[in-house]
């Protein structure tokens, strides 16, 4: 499709199970965020990859958490040992990695995760 | 981290009043932009200011990136139902640094 692919749309664990949500961001968009939103919410901020450069990980929460990025196509963010405070909605987003369009996002709808 | 302040949290309007959002930052952002988030989707880009000083318009939303580079305003005139929704304001400080989001404005209109 044209916009940013999110998978699953949603997904049920136990604590202490490890999830991977998927992201495939628009074609030709160098640059893809992580954001997680909480109930009521803001973003926050995860994770970001530019191109081939070390991805930006200062968002992330504790290391439980990681992403990882197949060159400028597919990413995934793995949670291990889930608890429940991870329940949130975690969007994808991508952009053009050049120029001054670099901060329009386009972003996906999201894979909400709720741990039991 | 870099922190974004989005005043007011929630609003409350009635149809065709107009609306305004703002957002503030103690340090300086070189792209300031507003998105829109409806339920259930990830949020949307409404307008992009990339110059202090800029006021930008579309539609019936019109957005300025403040001289000091440290504030955006939003505002939206004549508001229908199909404005609720919750406002985000974002700004990057370049081009290779992430974009840091505000808390949001969620706006619920009365018809």
């Known amino acids: 499709g044209a916009g940013v692919s999110q998978s699953p749309s949603n997904k049920v664990t136990e604590k202490g199970k490890d999830v991977e949500l998927r992201c495939d961001p628009i074609s030709g968009h160098t640059a893809l965020y992580w954001y997680r939103q909480r109930l009521g919410q803001g973003l926050e901020f995860l994770i970001y990859?530019?191109?081939?450069?070390?991805?930006?990980k200062s968002g992330l929460p504790s290391d439980r958490f990681s992403a990882e990025r197949t060159g400028e196509s597919v990413s995934t963010l793995t949670i291990q040992r889930t608890q429940q405070e991870d329940s949130a909605v975690y969007l994808c987003a991508s952009s053009l990695g050049w120029g001054a369009l670099t901060g329009e996002l386009f972003f996906g709808e999201g894979s909400r995760l709720t741990v039991l | 981290g870099q922190q974004l302040n989005q005043n007011p949290q929630s609003m409350f309007i009635q149809e065709g009043e107009d609306v305004s959002m703002n957002c503030t930052s103690s340090?300086?952002?070189?792209?300031w932009l507003w998105y829109k988030q409806d339920p259930g989707e990830g949020p949307v880009l409404l307008i992009a200011l990339y110059k202090a000083g800029e006021l930008t318009s579309n539609g019936r939303l019109t957005a300025q990136f403040g001289i000091t580079r440290k504030d955006s305003f939003l505002n939206i005139s004549a508001s229908i139902p199909s404005d609720v929704g919750i406002y985000f304001c974002?700004?990057?400080?370049?081009?290779?640094?992430?974009?840091?989001f505000g808390k949001g404005t969620r706006l619920s209109v009365i018809a």
């Open positions: 974002a700004g990057q400080r370049s081009g290779n640094t992430p974009l840091v």
């Open positions: 990859f530019q191109g081939n450069s070390a991805p930006d």
């Open positions: 340090s300086i952002f070189n792209t």
